[in-house]
């Protein structure tokens, strides 16, 4: 046990640093310093977070430059002219149709519940559940008109998926240190209540360290790999993000 938490504080201390935000997809909400922009740049930077990450952080870096590099004022405001402008976008399988319809369900949320961080923190305040919250926060984003195929980009806690994409938002959004990576604007949520993104990577190193049992990577493996790190730092157990992602790149598999 004690081997293993300092193997995770020391990838850790490693990985929790600036030098790498370059390379990740939180590279696209840090180039801006409102929080409106953050929490939409970074909603739609996680969105498209699979696959290559070079290429995500290229396609996420270009889809803000479809949004004249002021995501939150194109939320708020694009015209229809603008709004078909999207149409040429494209990252893998996520096209500038579902692009339009996540833009319009964002400014939706803006404008019910003033904003995705507001309905995040308003909605875990009155039923202290994340996994609740994240139920509701997908009802509430396709409560208005989209096509249906859109919905595939956006993953269900309640059909038992991992949410990995949602999960590491919300890290972003939610956990506050000194280390400069994550932003920490939503302090209505506490660290605690965050859960690990579980993709394959990461369920594989968890496996090797003994972390987690389940084999299928979804939201039963979540709870269980989150419990797991609890044991080390219950007021921050995403922070082992890192060090699983870390633990990948120094190679401990």
Not at 164 to 189: H, N, P, S, T
């Amino acid at each position: 046990m004690e081997q293993l938490r300092e193997l995770l504080e020391r990838l850790h201390d490693k990985y929790n640093n600036p030098d790498f935000i370059a390379d990740d997809p939180i590279s696209v909400p840090h180039r801006y310093t409102d929080r409106a922009d953050r929490e939409i740049a970074g909603f739609f930077s996680a969105t498209i977070a699979w696959g290559n990450r070079k290429a995500i952080v290229r396609s996420g870096h270009r889809m803000m430059h479809f949004m004249d590099d002021a995501p939150a004022d194109f939320v708020r405001n694009a015209s229809e002219r603008e709004l078909a402008l999207l149409s040429s976008y494209v990252h893998r399988t996520f096209n500038g149709q579902d692009l339009r319809d996540f833009v319009l369900a964002l400014r939706r949320m803006e404008e019910r519940h003033g904003g995705i961080g507001a309905f995040f923190e308003s909605r875990y305040e009155a039923v202290q559940s994340m996994p609740a919250v994240l139920a509701d926060f997908r009802r509430e984003f396709f409560a208005g008109d989209h096509a249906p195929r859109c919905e595939k980009h956006l993953s269900s806690i309640e059909k038992g998926a991992a949410c990995k994409r949602l999960c590491m938002y919300l890290r972003w959004m939610v956990r506050r240190d000194d280390r400069g990576v994550d932003f920490g604007e939503w302090q209505a949520i506490p660290m605690s209540a965050l859960y690990l993104p579980l993709d394959v990577h990461v369920g594989d190193m968890a496996r090797a360290l003994g972390l987690l049992a389940r084999r299928q990577n979804d939201w039963r493996a979540v709870e269980e790999l989150t419990a797991a790190l609890r044991v080390f730092d219950a007021g921050d157990p995403a922070r082992y993000d890192f060090s699983l992602f870390g633990a990948g790149i120094d190679g401990y598999l």
